[in-house]
């Protein structure tokens, strides 16, 4: 039988107990791994184990997807009008407002995000794109194309089938939704990995998903690792379609793995290295707000950070006092405090890549402005930092650190600032502060980037698509965009009067 997790939150923001299964969920049902091993699930904030999943392997995936071809099949597919599966992803968007806070105390715990800003931006976020799309689901429609009247053509918008998925641990609630949703509600079924190291909100998703009635088969979560699950799914010849977020490394290895399978489709949402540029008429104290929201929420772990902000010479050093003063302002510490705005890095792991990117900063002539050191003696926090002083060949300056780390690089010609903010890899996004229309306008414009926002940073609709540009991706998630990653077009030719 499955591990049974049960927890008792008794902290300042939150008071409540979970108790739910920790097993795979395949097929309806949550069982064991075939191995009947698990992996311990670490809490960020302290390092000690919070419970233990059950570790899924080849054989899992392959039964996992034995119950997405069946259920797509018979259930799902074109076999399920849009109309119910758009009832179906409704039932499950009030069921996961009924248990928002418990979501939100779960992500707090699993991931080390403050509960403040679970509670208040990844649950709502989530809700809202599965709301979203749940609109979508009896609204996929091809057309009609006109050609000669000796015969009728149109178009269909049909499911591809079984999709594999595999999500990132930074925001693992979003991505689970950002995943799910676009799929459901087009007709595949779906077969997901989690990350191994923030799991519990993805099966706890999956106790509210059987509560909603979705058919067994339909939704299937297999916890394991990357090398295993990970790399089943990107290479099994069943699945035809992967939808991947996490590093540009592993995107390619996705990538390559889907290749030399069965060629299967491919939307990758990978790394980033953003610049924020603010201009001398900008509005300050909104351009120092938005600017360390962009780099130090979510512990800098955020594919969008805006890690290389850009500011122009006339008012650079007012922006370093004032954004010197945020960034102290910053508290550190337990997620479930009520002040808490940043709290520990995921992992040990990540913690010493964070602090080998500050050491590398250091060497490699940059100077520390704030931070760059620990903070408390036990869990994985740092403080929050910025160098300034840096080069365009630093790591710091190159390399997506994801962490709290910020490079401040002050600017004088207008022109160059955009060939400096494109001088990347990447291309995720960016953003321009200005009062002056015409320069955020032609400014953005000029951006290689696949969101830029002008006078703010992160925000986001599920109405608005998501990707990246060069190293940062292929395809575009959320917003109707995200509809054509999951069909395939079939052109229907009908013969009204053509006579051999």
């Known amino acids: 039988m499955p591990t049974v997790f049960t927890h008792e939150f008794n902290t300042p923001v939150y008071k409540g107990k979970v108790s739910f299964d920790t097993g795979l969920f395949i097929d309806g049902q949550f069982v064991d791994g075939s191995n009947g091993t698990t992996i311990d699930i670490l809490n960020p904030a302290d390092g000690k184990v919070i419970t233990s999943v059950s570790e899924g392997t080849q054989k899992d995936l392959d039964l996992a ?11 799902w597919g074109l076999n399920c009008p849009g109309k119910k599966r758009g009832r179906l992803l409704s039932k499950l968007v009030s069921l996961m407002e009924e248990h928002a806070e418990e979501l939100a105390a779960l992500e707090a715990l699993d991931s080390g995000k403050a509960f403040n800003a679970t509670r208040s931006g990844d649950v709502p976020a989530a809700i809202a794109c599965v709301r979203y799309f749940a609109g979508w689901a009896d609204k996929i429609s091809g057309r009609v194309i006109e050609t000669t009247e000796e015969k009728l053509t149109y178009t269909r918008h049909e499911p591809i089938g079984v999709v594999g998925q595999i999500i990132p641990w930074n925001s693992p609630l979003i991505m689970f939704a950002w995943k799910i949703a676009p799929a459901l509600a087009t007709g595949n079924t779906v077969v997901l990995k989690p990350s191994e190291l923030t799991p519990l909100t993805a099966i706890r998703m999956c106790h509210l998903a059987k509560e909603a009635g979705f ?10 690792y990357g090398n295993t699950v990970g790399s089943a799914i990107s290479s099994h010849m069943r699945i035809h379609k992967v939808a991947f977020t996490g590093s540009s490394l592993v995107g390619r290895k996705v990538m390559e793995a889907a290749a030399n399978s069965n060629l299967k489709n491919v939307t990758l949402e990978l790394g980033g290295k953003s610049p924020n540029i603010i201009f001398n008429d900008a509005d300050l104290e909104q351009a120092v707000h938005w600017a360390m929201l962009g780099i ?25 006092k004032r954004s010197t003063e945020k960034s102290r302002s910053i508290k550190v510490g337990d997620p479930f405090a009520s002040d808490t705005f940043q709290g520990p890095q995921i992992s040990k792991t990540q913690y010493d890549r964070i602090m080998g990117y500050i050491e ?63 001088d990347t890899v990447y291309g995720l996004a960016a953003a321009v502060f200005t009062k002056d229309v015409n320069r955020a306008i032609t400014t953005a414009h000029k951006l290689k980037a696949g969101k830029v926002w002008v006078n703010c940073y992160g925000i986001g609709d599920p109405s608005v698509p998501f990707g990246g540009y060069k190293q940062s991706g292929i395809g575009r998630e959320m917003g109707e965009y995200a509809l054509i990653n999951y069909t395939e077009v079939k052109a229907v030719y009908v013969n009204l009067g053509l006579n051999m």
């Open 65 to 75: 997807v034995d119950a997405a071809e069946k259920a797509f099949e018979t259930t």
């Open 215 to 224: 058919p067994p088969g339909v939704l299937n979560v297999v916890t394991g």
């Open 296 to 320: 130090f929420s979510n512990q800098g772990q955020s594919c969008i950070a805006g890690s290389r902000i850009f500011v122009q010479e006339g008012i650079y050093d007012e922006f370093l």
């Open 360 to 422: 590398s900063g250091k060497k490699e002539g940059a100077r520390i402005h704030i931070g760059g050191e620990r903070h408390g003696s036990e869990g994985y926090f740092i403080q929050p930092t910025i160098f300034l002083d840096t080069n365009p060949d630093m790591r710091i300056v190159k390399e997506e650190i994801f962490g709290p780390v910020g490079v401040v690089i002050k600017f004088r010609d207008e022109e160059d600032i955009v060939r400096q903010a494109n």
